[in-house]
């Protein structure tokens, strides 16, 4: 009998926390910015995940990618922190050396889905790579926002990326960053 009593004493008592947390959470309110926030980061966690399943011998192949996606309050801008780990098979085998451009390919394929350079040994950015081409394509990320095409495009704007490459056989690393729309980053 007492184990009885014992029993519905708890269930009544979590049952109660159970119903405060529920109550905390629906007297939070969720800000516009904080949906922006996660819809962009979201967008983006969408498009690494694609970029890692592609099978495409043209691109940088990884084997690990880590995002930091955050809002620095004190600059106003939106930073894109993304550590990056060369495939260890495909380039210690063939001794292949990472470079900026393949920092630069990593972000124009996750952000514009294209490549921005020639296909063989170029590199500079092709003619249509430009600052306004990463703008226009890249407020795709924000399509499930209420946003009007002016504000991702500002948003986009003040995007920044930081991007580290590491290349596991050659204890390389390359880092470039800058403004999400920046051609080519440094």
Request: hydrophobic share 40%; charged share 25%; with cysteine.
């Amino acid at each position: 009998m007492s184990k009885v009593i014992l029993v519905i004493f708890f269930s009544l008592f979590f049952t109660e926390i159970k119903a405060n947390v529920i109550k905390n959470l629906k007297s939070t309110p969720v800000t516009k910015f904080d949906f922006l926030i996660k819809n962009y980061s979201d967008a983006i966690n969408l498009q690494i995940a694609k970029y890692m399943n592609e099978i495409d011998n043209f691109r940088v192949k990884l084997e690990q990618v880590k995002i930091d996606f955050n809002f620095d309050e004190d600059t106003q801008l939106f930073v894109i922190n993304l550590y990056a780990r060369t495939d260890q098979n495909r380039y210690s085998q063939k001794k292949i050396r990472i470079s900026k451009r393949d920092c630069n390919i990593i972000r124009n394929k996750i952000f514009v889905n294209k490549y921005g350079y020639g296909m063989l040994l170029s590199n500079k950015p092709t003619n249509y790579f430009t600052k306004d081409y990463i703008t226009n394509n890249a407020i795709f990320l924000l399509k499930n926002t209420d946003l009007n095409e002016e504000e991702k495009k500002e948003i986009i704007k003040k995007s920044v990326i930081n991007i580290e490459l590491d290349h596991p056989a050659a204890n390389q690393k390359i880092k470039c960053n800058g403004a999400l729309n920046q051609v080519p980053l440094n």
